[in-house]
């Protein structure tokens, strides 16, 4: 829930110039009410266009909210969907998350589905048990998903705006086990894009980055300066073209 008009037209004028878009792939996934703004600052310039969240519900009357084919009448391509702060402000369960990427990729919409532990469940040792469940979920619910057409976020909820970002062993380490229980669920783990997000900077990004099993990032507070953005754009571009 950041951004305004004024300040959103500066940022994306930063954002549209140059962006590093031929060796990496870039969306924006502003507020519902901006998307019009932002593809419109955006056209052209290779930086797609997401949403932060969608009904669960394909269309009707379900006033306040906002349907799958409402994103990309706007020229949506993408949606995060279960991100924590939904889980654990809005109650968002692992089934109401299922359902949401049932309406998404029906849709054609391509959802980034977040899962992550909170730091108690860290600290209790309980991270891969909750992450595991999380990620269950998503193939016990849509065992037929094409992996290929979801992307994964990996975001510790203990590092998400907190400045304290999982080392890129932590982050390696649970992405090769995401991998590896998407694939014990009946997906191909090794097809699906697994993120990392918490705290990315552009002074952590190319470490992060340089972990095999780290293929992108969901980037919230460093977003908001584009001049940090497209630097942790242009770490996951060096990393992609091997420089
Ligand atoms: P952060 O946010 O990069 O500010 O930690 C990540 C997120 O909101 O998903």
């Known amino acids: 829930m950041n951004g305004s008009l004024a300040g959103n037209a500066q940022l994306l004028l930063g954002l549209a110039e140059n962006p ?29 266009l997401g949403a932060q969240n969608l009904a669960a519900f394909a269309g009707g009357a379900y006033t306040g909210e906002i349907s799958a084919s409402m994103l990309r009448d706007l020229g949506c391509e993408w949606v995060i969907v279960g991100h924590s702060e939904r889980r654990g402000y809005f109650g968002e369960s692992d089934a109401l998350v299922v359902e949401k990427l049932r309406v998404a990729l029906a849709a054609g919409l391509r959802p980034i589905v977040c899962v992550g532990e909170t730091l108690a469940q860290r600290e209790s040792g309980l991270a891969e048990q909750v992450v595991g469940a999380q990620v269950d979920a998503l193939t016990q619910g849509l065992p037929d998903a094409d992996a290929k057409s979801i992307v994964l ?3 510790p909820v203990w590092a998400i705006g907190t400045g304290r970002t999982a080392t890129p062993e932590q982050a390696q380490e649970m992405h090769v086990f995401i991998r590896q229980r998407l694939s014990a669920g009946g997906w191909l783990g090794e097809e699906v894009r697994v993120l990392y ?31 940090n953005f497209l630097a942790i754009c242009a770490a996951a571009a060096r990393v992609s073209s091997g420089i």
């Open 153 to 155: 976020a990996y975001e």
């Open 20 to 48: 590093p878009v031929d060796a990496v792939d870039v969306a924006v996934c502003p507020p519902f009410v901006y998307l019009g703004q932002a593809a419109s600052g955006l056209d052209g310039c290779g930086i797609v």
């Open 197 to 227: 997000g918490g705290s990315v900077t552009a002074d952590n990004a190319s470490l992060l980055f340089g972990k095999p099993d780290i293929d992108g990032a969901l980037v919230g507070g460093a977003s908001l300066v584009a001049g």
